[in-house]
């Protein structure tokens, strides 16, 4: 479920880190290789505090695939994402926040794809212009389309969102760039930070977030865009291949809190390839084999 929020700024912390490269979105750069989802921590410290954030999230709380195969309540499950070809035109679409929304036009096809569930996301790709194009609550209103609230990012670009704006996703990023694609899986690694939910977060926001969603001002809460890792030390080669190559991501990448919704679900794209008996067995790694990211004060410059 998501919620917005005015917010206010509560810091510019940054993460750093080292990649092989940047991963591909439709044969455009899902972002720069210095961008935070693309940035590996797993060399960086971990941050004070972790013991009691990890508490908060849920320590005996196992991991659970926000994705898979089939159909759930009759929607394919996961955040699919849809490619558009150049020159599908572009229409507007009416935002209940509009003063946090990029305006657009949007290239909406008649064929789009948006997540089942109350949250409805549409993610859009244009690979000609490299645009990524993400709404939230995604709906026809008397032949017009209306959304909850949008963004429009330039997969080329390291820019964030305004301080204190929402895009698609409470925390003010981009959806897509922390998506488990299949493609990556069957290729045997993921080379970059994942998407997840906590069931409470903090009225706070750490960078690369840009908004956040809550009341609650209790420092042991996360707040948006806080960063965890799987321990290094904790054992993951009994597990199925699928499952092992979002592990060893989570390893290497981390997942950022990116909403509100039920704790420690990762999110992912669904394709009928996804083995769901793989994908469960992610549920035997509890919330305590995670542990927060300390960040330091790089940060990618503005493109």
């Given at each position: 479920m998501k919620a917005l929020a005015t917010a206010v700024a509560v810091g510019t912390l940054s993460l750093a880190g080292s990649t092989a490269g940047s991963p591909r979105l439709a044969g455009c750069p899902a972002f720069p290789r210095d961008n935070p989802w693309n940035q590996r921590v797993d060399r960086l410290p971990v941050a004070r505090g972790s013991a009691a954030i990890v508490d908060s999230i849920g320590a005996d709380t196992g991991l659970h695939p926000d994705f898979g195969s089939g159909l759930w309540d009759?929607?394919?499950?996961?955040?699919?994402?849809?490619?558009?070809?150049?020159?599908?035109?572009?229409?507007?679409?009416?935002?209940d926040y509009a003063d946090e929304s990029d305006r657009g036009p949007y290239p909406i096809p008649?064929?789009?794809?948006?997540?089942?569930?109350?949250?409805?996301h549409a993610l859009i790709v244009d690979p000609a212009a490299c645009t990524l194009y993400e709404l939230?609550?995604?709906?026809?209103r008397?032949?017009?389309?209306?959304a909850g609230s949008g963004a429009i990012w330039n997969l080329r670009s390291d820019r964030l969102r305004p301080a204190g704006w929402t895009s698609a996703d409470a925390a003010g990023l981009p959806i897509a760039p922390g998506l488990v694609r299949w493609s990556e899986v069957a290729a045997g690694h993921i080379d970059h930070a994942l998407r997840f939910t906590v069931a409470r977060t903090r009225r706070a926001y750490?960078?690369?977030?840009?908004h956040y969603a809550s009341d609650l001002t209790d420092p042991s809460l996360p707040p948006m865009g806080l960063?965890?890792?799987?321990?290094?030390?904790?054992?993951?080669?009994?597990?199925?291949r699928q499952a092992r190559v979002v592990?060893?991501?989570?390893?290497?990448?981390?997942?950022?809190?990116?909403?509100?919704?039920?704790s420690w679900y990762i999110s992912g794209e669904p394709s009928s390839h996804w083995s769901n008996d793989d994908l469960r067995t992610l549920g035997r790694v509890p919330g305590s084999a995670?542990?927060?990211?300390?960040?330091?004060r790089h940060r990618p410059s503005a493109r």
């Open positions: 009759g929607a394919p499950i996961g955040i699919p994402i849809t490619i558009v070809r150049a020159g599908v035109p572009k229409v507007r679409v009416a935002f008649t064929n789009v794809k948006i997540e089942g569930g109350g949250d409805r939230y609550a995604l709906r026809r008397g032949g017009a389309w209306h750490v960078y690369p977030a840009r960063r965890v890792r799987l321990r290094a030390d904790y054992p993951i080669a009994g597990f199925p592990l060893t991501a989570l390893k290497r990448y981390g997942m950022i809190v990116a909403d509100n919704g039920s995670f542990e927060v990211v300390a960040a330091n």
